[in-house]
């Protein structure tokens, strides 16, 4: 049977006493947030998620959470031990891990092929060295190209996570990133806009007025065109932006940065603002065709797109198109 939808099962392994001290990282708010589970605790957690996944999904086991591979060996090897029992039994097909690009190396990935992983997502945030050593990340891009490297020789799934708006970051040095991790043949990413949090170096930084996170509109014009890159590559966005949470909203454990729960559709809203206004459209009565996934964003964010269009005199409805993918549209006039 094909497989035709997708299930992670995601299991948090807080890491205490990270030796890092990356700027945007609360690591005393992690630590105090999340127990570490017992093996009977991730084994039931499986469990309870299996029994609600129908027989045609493509099931990983995703262990997220600080740097895997930077847990004490044996922890890491307990925990793929339990993951690699599910994927034998059949009832899983693999393995997600994400973790610092600097504890990658050939022994590591010995360890990870042995027990089922299947992809490794990297937190790159940028490929400037500079942004990387004002962000506390402990290492620099040749670390980020290396473990890159490593990982795609292995043939693993490899995935390549980067912020936008750190320390010294500019639209420049994150679209160059973009470039970067096309370059270094990342299957996936995900793309977040660098919040401050409270208990954080940056949330001193800002404070002192050493910091300015991005505003919401640069957040989503520089996601934008990163995306951008991404998309023409084929690289897979599995995540853009950070919704608030119970936990990140102001007032609470966030300080500022651009958080909203539309970010990806605002991100959209662009991209489609962009390939339309590209258009030769005539003023009469119009209807542009897109897949029916993409509807509400070329329509826009509060119709931000259709509003645009009649404000300049254009008469035009938005309507889906089954046969349609992507960002593909068509044009007809009535
Ligand atoms: S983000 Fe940085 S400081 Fe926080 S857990 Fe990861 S490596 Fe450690």
């Not at 009469?284 to 964003?297: D, F, G, P, R, S």
Request: aromatic share 10%; net charge neutral.
């Amino acid at each position: 049977m094909n497989k035709i939808k997708y299930c992670n099962i995601p299991i948090f392994i807080p890491q205490l006493a990270c030796p890092h001290q990356c700027v945007f990282c609360n690591q005393e708010k992690i630590s105090n947030t999340f127990v570490i589970p017992t093996s009977d605790d991730i084994t039931n957690t499986i469990e309870n998620y299996l029994t609600t996944l129908s027989k045609d999904t493509f099931i990983n086991i995703a262990f997220f959470g600080g740097s895997f591979t930077a847990i004490p060996k044996n922890d890491m090897i307990n925990y793929l031990k339990i993951g690699h029992s599910f994927i034998k039994s059949g009832k899983v097909n693999g393995i997600r891990i994400s973790t610092k690009p600097d504890y990658i190396n050939d022994a590591i990935l010995d360890i990870l092929e042995q027990y089922g992983v299947t992809a490794i997502e990297l937190g790159a945030q940028s490929t400037n060295d500079k942004v990387l050593v004002k962000s506390g990340r402990g290492h620099k891009f040749d670390a980020i190209e290396n473990a890159a490297k490593l990982i795609k020789a292995r043939n693993f799934e490899l995935g390549l996570q980067m912020m936008l708006g750190l320390p010294h970051d500019t639209l420049e040095l994150s679209l160059q990133t973009a470039k970067d991790i096309v370059r270094l043949k990342a299957d996936t990413t995900r793309i977040y806009p660098t919040i401050v949090v409270q208990g954080t170096v940056l949330e001193k930084m800002y404070k002192n007025n050493q910091y300015q996170p991005l505003s919401l509109d640069d957040a989503v014009f520089w996601s934008k065109e990163v995306l951008k890159i991404f998309l023409e590559a084929g690289v897979k966005v599995l995540r853009v932006g950070l919704h608030p949470s119970d936990e990140l909203e102001i007032g609470k454990s966030l300080i500022s940065g651009p958080i909203h729960p539309s970010f990806k559709e605002m991100v959209l809203t662009e991209i489609w603002n962009d390939i339309l206004k590209n258009q030769e459209l005539k003023k009469e009565k119009t209807t542009i065709y897109v897949a029916e996934k993409q509807l509400n964003y070329a329509i826009g964010y509060k119709a931000k797109n259709r509003k645009e269009f009649q404000k300049n005199g254009f008469d035009i409805n938005f309507l889906a198109d089954n046969s349609l993918k992507d960002f593909n549209f068509h044009v007809s006039y009535n």
